[in-house]
């Protein structure tokens, strides 16, 4: 704790308190072993647990007595367990640092956030493998530089979402397997000179893996910046998302029309519905990206081992998670519950020029090398938009003044032809995107599974858990 001097710069309880059950599942699991391996008397330990889960029960109930002098959760209940049980609790800190504690905690928060994570993940990646399956027939313009560019299916393009959120639960995985190592009997940072059962505690916490280090163990951080990176890779991808939503919801596009509990009206201007959610989903992917920065920067230059600036991970890492939660959330309820407009998608998807690369084809396929036919293409487009028409306006007579290789066929061509025509493994064909869509259906299941058994234990289900969540708030907004 600090001397006297400017109060409370070294405070952390205004935000370290919500590492409450996870500094007392510590406690208890190390109280425990320590009474098992004789290093403490048992009826201590016993009273030692009795009050940490009297104490439990008082924080969950907001009754606790929660006091800045004593500067973090973990020194809060320490002495208020004191408090209750007297001596005894002089012995729960044996072999044990806040040093260790600290990295034990944030080990337990990070893991739980990345089960939390993956549960939404795989719930949206659900929520989008089903909007693919529903809008089986809905074509859009495909974009380039939000220029119209190739036409394409809705499904298609939702199903791009549904890749970018696998890898972000494999990244989430990989944060979770990397944490899954029980930090307690590290001490301060040397170890500890007592007989300690390190892995006995690590499987009552539900680690899979002791610490090989002490000193690694209480001064990195490289599990919490795994966290907080891949949350600013898939605020990223959210906030794509959230973009696209902004563009498509807007008079100019006219693709979707968002529900009502996803936007606003204007103060001044009666005809609006803003777009908020998807907005603030775009905002809000600074915070990720602050947070990321901040703890790489604290973590720059440290000395090993434990420095009172590791401190400052806490802050960073909560509300990163925090934000991802509820953007995940919001993002997967707004796709659930949007209208689309297939009739305007397919307009656009319609336009002249739209089709222009497959007219570039139509010459390809009858000899012509490509970049030449582009250059053909180019100019009669060029021509045609100069008249004020389109390519698809242009008679086959008009056409094969440009090229003698143009032939009836060409007529047959538009939006359906076009698409179809990308039929290659991962082209928007719409019997390749009828299988992308089905096995997506299948591996939003299996991916939940296959994230719930990498967790394992009591993670599991909280994966699982979170997954039910989000579908249940989505289908109670009427998705
Ligand atoms: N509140 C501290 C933190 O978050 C706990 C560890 C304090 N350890 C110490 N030696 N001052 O890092």
Redesign the pocket.
């Known amino acids: 704790m600090a001397g006297a001097g400017p109060p409370d710069f ?1 405070v ?1 309880i205004g935000y ?1 308190r919500r590492l409450y059950e996870h500094d007392i599942s510590g406690s208890i699991a190390h109280a425990r072993m320590l009474a098992a391996q004789g290093v403490i008397p048992a009826a201590d330990a016993d009273r030692i647990v009795a009050g940490l889960k009297e104490i439990r029960g008082e924080i969950a109930a907001g009754e606790f007595p929660w006091r800045p002098e004593l ?4 020194m809060n209940i320490e002495r208020r367990l004191a408090e209750k049980i007297g001596d005894a609790a002089g012995r729960l800190h044996t072999a044990r ?3 260790d ?2 990295a034990l905690d ?1 080990r337990l928060y990070a893991r739980e956030a990345c089960a939390r994570m993956l549960g939404r993940l795989h719930g949206f990646r659900e929520i989008l493998a089903r909007a693919a399956r529903d809008h089986q027939d809905a074509a859009l313009p495909g974009y380039t530089h939000l220029q119209r560019g190739q036409p394409v299916l809705l499904a298609h393009h939702l199903l791009a979402y549904f890749e970018m959120l696998g890898r972000d639960a494999e990244r989430f995985e990989q944060a979770a397997l990397r944490a899954d190592s029980m930090p307690l009997g590290s001490g ?1 940072m040397a170890g500890s000179p007592y007989p300690l059962d390190r892995r006995s505690v690590a499987a009552e916490l539900g680690f899979g893996r002791v610490s090989a280090n002490s000193m690694d163990a209480v001064s990195d951080r490289d599990f919490v910046v795994d966290v907080l990176s891949a949350s600013a890779i898939c605020m990223m991808h959210l906030s794509r998302l959230g973009e696209e939503l902004v563009l498509w919801s807007s008079d100019e596009f006219g693709f979707v029309r968002l529900a009502d509990w996803c936007t606003t009206g204007s103060s001044m201007m009666p005809q609006k519905r803003n777009p908020d959610c998807a907005e603030l989903t775009r905002g809000r992917t600074g915070r990720a990206y602050g947070n990321l920065v901040a703890v790489l920067t604290t973590l720059k230059g440290l000395p090993l081992t ?1 420095n ?1 600036d ?2 400052e ?2 802050e960073a890492l909560f509300d990163s998670v925090d934000t991802l939660a509820d953007c995940l959330e919001v993002c997967a309820a707004m796709v659930a519950t949007m209208t689309v407009d297939r009739d305007a998608m397919r307009a656009a998807s319609a336009s002249g020029p739209m089709l222009a690369t497959d007219y570039a084809d139509h010459l390809a396929a009858r000899g012509m090398p490509f970049r030449q036919a582009h250059g053909i293409v180019a100019a009669i487009s060029r021509d045609a938009e100069g008249a004020g028409r389109a390519i698809t306006d242009l008679s086959l007579d008009e056409l094969r003044v440009y090229s003698e290789l143009f032939d009836e066929d060409v007529l047959g061509l538009g939006v359906d032809s076009s698409i179809d025509a990308r039929d290659v493994e991962g082209g928007t064909a719409r019997p390749r995107v009828a299988a992308a869509a089905r096995d997506a259906l299948g591996e939003a299941a299996s991916g939940l599974e296959r994230s719930a058994a990498a967790l394992g234990g009591a993670l599991a289900g909280q994966v699982r858990a979170a997954r039910d969540g989000l579908l249940e708030m989505a289908s109670g907004l009427g998705a």
């Open positions: 070294t952390s370290d500067e973090d959760v973990h640092s806040r040093n504690q600290v944030m301060a434990y009172r590791l401190q991970d806490k």
